[in-house]
């Protein structure tokens, strides 16, 4: 049977299969050595065969080629790779400026992923009514940086309903992965898009000024107007992974775009003479925060390392 996988509680998947039915699955011992460097070789997303058994449960034999996915470097283990979710449509990346913040390395490392995968990305800034005038005006400053970059970005308040309007509109007979932070609202933006959802929600810590985990699984939740939204568990950092250091740079579209004037074909754009991207950097055409963010992965990438605390 084929099907599609829902829900990961763990070592047990929720299957859809073509006829309707929830089958809880899980994956077969020797399936599970062909997994190479990831920590998860089922994914929420994934299109997958099955075999049921006496039991009423069945046993994953098979995962369908992916069209995309999104994936990081593993918090726990380094060398290895977490895929957050497989054959989707979009994401969105709820961000918030406080309460708690999010940094723009975070959001550029997941936006870079999303551009290795060709997977399109808005960027959801919540709390709007939490905000104090310098918070605001620093995320109508974000908001114009990414506008102009190519994300499209939304203000809204979860809480209040306040903005999500229009983010109803562009999720229908979609696959969007909601992603983020512990704290910036995944869950209340789900429940006010979809009030039969129920997610559980918490308050974030007022000392620390962080999120506290309410999502402990990943799960595909139906639209009422089709598609799926993915609702997953916050995530701390973003280390990117399965980009070579020359690939970095076609993925941050205004560097690529602007690297085709750069003097030597294969320029890292950190010293060379002739650099278009050093040049549009010092003139203000390309952000210093995403420069310094491209420049983050690369650092990444030829020491190997990866800092956990974005």
Excluded at 91 to 97: E, H, M, S
Excluded at 98 to 114: E, G, H, K, Q
Excluded at 115 to 122: D, K
Excluded at 294 to 303: A, G, P, R, V, W
């Amino acid at each position: 049977m084929h099907g599609l996988v829902i829900k990961n509680t763990g070592s047990w998947y929720s299957v859809q299969t073509e006829d309707g039915q929830v089958i809880e699955s899980k994956i077969k011992g020797n399936f599970r050595l062909k997994a190479i460097k990831n920590t998860n070789p089922v994914v929420i997303g994934d299109r997958v065969e099955i075999e049921a058994n006496s039991e009423g449960t069945a046993f994953i034999t098979a995962i369908e080629d992916r069209r995309n996915y999104i994936i990081r470097r593993s918090s726990n283990l380094s060398k290895q790779a977490h895929i957050l979710a497989a054959n989707l449509d979009q994401a969105l990346l709820v961000v918030t400026v406080n309460y708690p913040p999010t940094t723009t390395v975070f959001i550029d490392r997941f936006l870079a992923t999303a551009e290795a995968y060709q997977i399109p990305v808005r960027l959801v800034f919540n709390k709007v009514d939490c905000y104090d005038k310098d918070e605001l005006e620093y995320l109508e400053g974000l908001m114009r940086l990414y506008t102009v970059v190519g994300y499209p970005c939304h203000a809204i308040c979860a809480l209040s309903g306040e903005g999500t309007g229009e983010l109803k509109q562009l999720l229908a007979n979609k696959i969007t992965l909601f992603s983020g932070h512990s704290g910036v609202g995944k869950s209340t933006l789900i429940n006010s898009l979809i009030p039969d959802a129920c997610l559980k929600t918490n308050v974030i810590s007022d000392y620390h000024k962080k999120g506290m985990h309410t999502t402990t699984f990943s799960e595909m939740i139906p639209l009422p107007e089709g598609g799926y939204l993915i609702d997953t568990p916050g995530i701390k950092g973003f280390g990117t992974i399965e980009m070579e250091g020359v690939e970095v740079a076609h993925y941050f579209p205004e560097i690529f775009r602007i690297s085709a004037d750069c003097r030597f074909h294969n320029c890292t754009h950190r010293n060379e003479p002739g650099c278009a991207v050093l040049r549009a950097v010092e003139d203000h055409f390309i952000s210093e925060s995403r420069y310094k963010s491209y420049l983050n992965i690369l650092e990444d990438k030829e020491s190997g390392k990866y800092r956990e605390a974005y």
